[in-house]
């Protein structure tokens, strides 16, 4: 059933464009222009953040972050591995991205860690620049509960992540 | 906050690279990382451009305007007596409606049109319950195709990219109810006092 879900999208998606009478494929070549923007958008950000990755991965550091959270993470069943990107995610978007594509290419895309780091990437938002551009936006100088509302979701985000892998992928 | 934040982790792999006798590693890595985000990125920007190109069709043939009307009762009953102003009700489930679809040039001015409208049905005072479940909605969002990781994980040879899909969705909409419910929670030791 999965495996026919994007075809089907896809197909979908041109079919009723078509009968909706838009002019399918220069609509979606505007798109992919907007898409080929974006990511030249984040390349600086990820080259900025990709090589202090590195960097920290290469120094130890990040290793030592792991040990430390450990028993934290191990109490939300959340892999040692991705205690680094639990931390980075909801303060960066393209740290997270960095540190998320580092982890998923070392441990392998197919692998529970790897899988894991890929399901908390998709599954959560850059929470503190959220919260900052909508309260930038409107002048308010208190958040109130926002940004522990929004922590919590995002620690509910990271173990359910690890939960629903182990759940849904049981061979790994 | 986010230099301090970089300038900070430049400072830490130097002093745990010392403390490690991982100097030259961490010398090395600079290259390496900064030539994988080249790869990375040229790697996964088909997919993201073909994404991209297929929500801009979606958006294009109306589906984008149907999913919002869709959402519009769903979202009511969290906005309290604002939910009777239509044109706030409008941005906020296009709003969502965008998150959905991962069209985030597009949300973020949707989201600012409706917390607009919100703020100032609450006469542009304090920080609003109202104006606050949106903003929190919006940092717990949930992706229908998470293109920007199968990307990722295409470009480093899974077997089915988008076969993490399910997941996503579940830990994604826990993660909404989570917000709402604790949001909730929280209210009374966060008082508007305005």
Same mark, same amino acid.
């Not at chain 2, 006469?123 to 920080?127: N, Y």
């Not at chain 2, 899974?158 to 993490?164: G, K, T």
């Given at each position: 059933m999965q495996a026919a879900l994007i075809p089907l999208l896809l197909a979908a998606t041109g079919l009723y464009g078509l009968y909706k009478q838009v002019d399918v494929f220069p609509v979606f070549l505007r798109g992919a222009q907007k898409g080929l923007q974006t990511a030249v958008q984040i390349l600086p950000t990820l080259v900025g953040m990709l090589t202090v990755v590195y960097m920290l991965r290469a120094s130890g550091a990040i290793d030592l972050a792991a040990d430390w959270l450990a028993p934290v993470l191990r109490l939300f069943g959340i +892999?040692?591995?991705?205690a680094a990107l639990a931390l980075l995610k909801p303060i960066s978007g393209g740290g997270g991205l960095a540190l998320g594509s580092e982890l998923i290419r070392r441990c392998g895309p197919d692998s529970y860690t790897g899988r894991v780091a890929a399901v908390m990437l998709g599954a959560s938002e850059t929470s503190f620049y959220t919260i900052s551009i909508y309260g930038g936006h409107l002048g308010l100088n208190r958040m109130r509960y926002a940004i522990p509302a929004a922590l919590c979701a995002d620690l509910a985000a990271f173990a359910a992540s690890a939960a629903l892998v182990r759940w849904y992928f049981p061979d790994i | 906050m986010l230099s301090a934040i970089w300038v900070a982790f430049l400072v830490l792999a130097l002093v745990c690279g010392a403390a490690t006798g991982r100097l030259d590693a961490v010398t090395t890595a600079v290259g390496t990382g900064a030539g994988e985000a080249i790869t990375l990125i040229v790697s996964i920007t088909g997919l993201m451009c073909f994404w991209s190109g297929v929500m801009e069709l979606i958006q294009a043939s109306g589906l984008a305007e149907k999913l919002s009307h869709i959402l519009m009762p769903l979202l &009511? +009953?969290?906005? #309290?007596?604002?939910?009777?102003?239509r044109e706030a009700m409008e941005a906020v489930s296009a709003n969502v409606a965008a998150n959905l679809l991962g069209l985030s040039n597009a949300a973020t001015p949707l989201g600012l049109r409706a917390a607009d409208r919100l703020y100032t049905l609450e006469? &542009? &005072? #304090?920080?609003p319950d109202t104006v606050l479940t949106l903003i929190t909605l919006n940092t717990a969002s949930i992706q229908l195709i998470p293109s920007t990781v199968a990307a990722i994980r295409a470009a480093c040879g899974?077997?089915? +990219?988008?076969?993490?899909m399910l997941p996503v969705w579940g830990a994604s909409i826990f993660s909404v109810a989570v917000v709402l419910i604790s949001g909730r929670l929280m209210r009374p030791w966060f008082r508007e006092g305005k």
């Open positions: +892999p040692q591995d991705c | &009511r +009953p969290l906005f #309290g007596k604002a939910s009777a102003d006469g &542009r &005072r #304090g920080a899974a077997a089915s +990219p988008f076969d993490i």
